[in-house]
């Protein structure tokens, strides 16, 4: 069964600091990998996806994401982060070939930026 | 271009009642899928419909239960409510481009946040 562990459920960060959040999953057949980002009382907001081609892949927000395979890792990185950074963020896999509505979230990573 | 609109926003409702809730996709999407995110939980997928046909469904009783309309809207309906049923119910959609041609992309509405006292 796939699963997808953030290893941080809380990352404390003064702002323009530089902050990573970490993602491991774990699966028996190739994925695709994406990062949300939940503001308070609000739904899912696509940061980036891993689909195929280079590893390293760039969002919105100045947010990038490299994908390792051998270390089946995803980690989210920002080298400055600002107040409005402050939200919860899901990494999630999709199987390729799978349930193309299926999305398997971590339990997320409160980013919380501070003056 | 409006995106994936839900209704209600937020409804309170008692043990073992029932509770409907409603999804627009994005114009031109024909996939709908549903999750739950219970407070402090990623979201849980529950169910994905794609041309009125349920494609794919979650580890939830059978007391949750959907179905997708005609102009692509769907329904996710809950009976026999239990308080472990409070949660956001997120909708959202996408444009399925074959198994065999890469992933879709998830886009999510707001969500339905539903109380059970």
């Known amino acids: ?115 | 271009d409006a995106g994936v609109t839900q209704s209600p926003t937020h409804l309170i409702k008692t043990r073992g009642q029932h509770v409907t809730l409603r999804c627009s996709p994005i114009s031109g999407h024909k996939s709908v899928s549903w999750y739950q995110q219970v407070l402090g939980q990623g979201p849980q997928f529950i169910f994905q419909y794609y041309e009125k046909e349920e494609r794919g469904r979650g580890n939830f009783p059978d007391r949750f239960s959907a179905r997708q309309f005609p102009n692509y809207s769907s329904e996710l309906n809950v009976n026999a409510l239990l308080l472990g049923d409070s949660a956001l119910y997120l909708c959202a959609s996408s444009t399925p481009r074959g198994l065999s041609s890469g992933a879709n992309v998830l886009t999510f509405g707001a969500g339905s946040r539903l109380t059970v006292l």
Not at chain 1, 68 to 90: C, G, M, W
């Open chain 1, 1 to 115: 069964a796939q699963s997808v562990t953030q290893l941080d459920s809380q990352v404390p960060v003064f702002e323009e600091a530089p902050v990573e959040l970490r993602c491991n999953y774990s699966s028996s057949v190739s994925v695709y990998l994406f990062w949300y980002v939940q503001y308070p009382n609000q739904g899912l907001q696509l940061l980036l996806k891993y689909l195929s081609g280079s590893t390293l892949v760039k969002g919105i927000n100045g947010f990038e994401a490299e994908f390792n395979k051998s270390q089946t890792s995803f980690h989210l990185r920002k080298p400055s982060v600002h107040i409005s950074d402050t939200a919860e963020y899901f990494c999630a896999v999709m199987n390729y070939g799978g349930s193309q509505g299926n999305l398997i979230f971590g339990k997320g990573t409160k980013l919380s930026v501070k003056p």
